[in-house]
């Protein structure tokens, strides 16, 4: 059974930087397309950026050119390094995995999250 375990939250100001991370527990970590997703209070949850095993990576408009998420397919491990941020990016982030195999937005195991939050 695939368990994720998120890490790195905290408080930033705005401009900062704070990095995330994830430790997927599973022997086939490979086979996962692994994700950030985040929710805001009283917003829906949407996707931040994904990265597949081959590290191809997908962003959300709002977070192009500031977050890199990226993965350690040795230490099972993923990774979201936020940079230049925001007040609107205050949310609980949380990692999320999906089978390769998968539909594009199943995402079938999710870790407990993170709280993020940016101070003017």
């Known amino acids: 059974q695939v368990q994720l375990v998120e890490s790195g939250g905290g408080l930033a100001q705005a401009g900062g930087s704070l990095r995330l991370s994830c430790q997927v527990s599973?022997?086939?970590?490979?086979?996962?397309?692994m994700a950030w997703f985040r929710q805001a209070p009283g917003k829906e949850r949407e996707l931040v950026a994904a990265?597949?095993?081959?590290?191809?990576?997908a962003y959300a408009d709002s977070v192009k050119d500031r977050f890199t998420i990226s993965r350690d397919n040795v230490a099972n491990t993923v990774y979201l390094h936020m940079n230049s941020l925001k007040p609107e990016d205050t949310a609980v982030y949380y990692c999320?995995?999906?089978?390769?195999?998968?539909?594009?937005?199943?995402?079938?195991?999710w870790g407990r999250g993170t709280q993020v939050t940016v101070s003017p």
């Open positions: 999320a995995a999906r089978h390769r195999a998968a539909p594009p937005h199943e995402y079938q195991v």
């Open positions: 599973t022997r086939t970590f490979i086979n996962f397309v």
């Open positions: 990265v597949a095993a081959s590290h191809n990576t």
